[in-house]
């Protein structure tokens, strides 16, 4: 088939230890997944059941990056996440098959214009302004899941010019990652390609230009940015 013009290279995260590149299909978010951030941002982690919402595949943005300050913001936020990446397909999957759909982990930042972010949530409107810009889903290198260690366990961390942010545990989950995954998958039919950013910690704040920003998750590759 002949196109109008060049379609769009496929955005892409590399794969720890190999040549090879894992191609982005989908970016699935996971809102208010830690107990302290639901009650920081004003919700109810005893009530709320995991809710979702969504970047697109060219907001993914390699380690060691610099991100320019995005536009039409003044209030630029960093949230610290583990990554889930999906290797095989599978549509309303039982939580004991959860982790047979899973490729490898990565530690991801979910950066937020949090004033846009605030204004369509106040008018009941879509998240994508404050959410779904450029270069906002940033990606460190995925770890197979078979390297990755006790993932459930790990510690997750987030570092501003050197200062710890946040700090605390992917035990500290309200909904463990076999539960994002059967509650995603009950909505959308997950492909190989789909990343799941599961949530942050408490401890979100603002970003300006010039600060350099480390986000790790257990013995994962790091997430380096420089704000410019």
């Known amino acids: 088939m002949a196109y109008l013009f060049t379609p769009a290279?496929?955005?892409?995260?590399?794969?720890?230890?190999?040549?090879?590149?894992?191609?982005?299909?989908?970016?699935?978010?996971?809102g208010r997944n830690y107990a302290e951030h639901a009650r920081e941002m004003g919700g109810d982690?005893?009530?709320?059941?995991?809710?979702?919402?969504?970047k697109p595949a060219d907001a993914v943005?390699?380690?060691?990056?610099?991100?320019?300050?995005?536009?039409?913001?003044?209030?630029?936020?960093?949230e610290m996440e583990l990554v889930v990446a999906i290797g095989k397909e599978?549509?309303?999957?039982?939580?004991?098959?959860?982790?047979?759909?899973?490729?490898?982990?990565?530690?991801?930042?979910?950066l937020t214009r949090r004033d846009l972010q605030k204004k369509a949530k106040d008018k009941g409107r879509p998240w994508d302004s404050g959410k779904a810009f450029d270069n906002s889903a940033p990606c460190a290198a995925i770890t197979s899941?078979?390297?990755?260690?006790?993932?459930?366990?790990a510690d997750i961390r987030l570092?501003?010019?050197?200062?710890?942010?946040?700090?605390?545990?992917?035990?500290?989950?309200?909904?463990?990652?076999?539960?994002?995954?059967?509650?995603?998958?009950?909505?959308?039919?997950?492909?190989?390609g789909d990343l799941i950013y599961t949530g942050t910690p408490a401890g979100v704040g603002p970003?300006?230009?010039?600060?350099?920003?480390?986000?790790?998750?257990?013995d994962l590759s790091p997430i380096e940015i420089k704000i410019v």
């Not at 899941?145 to 366990?153: H, K, L, N, S």
């Not at 035990?171 to 039919?189: K, Q």
């Open 207 to 218: 970003l300006k230009v010039g600060d350099a920003v480390v986000g790790t998750v257990g």
């Open 145 to 153: 899941a078979a390297d990755a260690g006790d993932i459930e366990t």
């Open 61 to 78: 943005v390699m380690s060691g990056s610099d991100i320019p300050y995005p536009s039409a913001t003044e209030n630029f936020h960093f």
């Open 159 to 192: 570092t501003v010019n050197g200062e710890t942010r946040q700090s605390a545990n992917i035990s500290d989950l309200i909904w463990s990652i076999d539960d994002v995954i059967v509650f995603l998958s009950a909505e959308f039919e997950l492909k190989p």
């Open 45 to 54: 982690p005893d009530r709320e059941p995991p809710f979702f919402f969504t």
């Open 90 to 110: 599978g549509k309303n999957i039982a939580k004991e098959d959860a982790r047979s759909h899973v490729f490898g982990y990565a530690a991801g930042i979910d």
């Open 9 to 30: 290279e496929i955005p892409s995260v590399p794969v720890a230890g190999v040549e090879r590149s894992f191609p982005v299909r989908r970016i699935f978010c996971v």
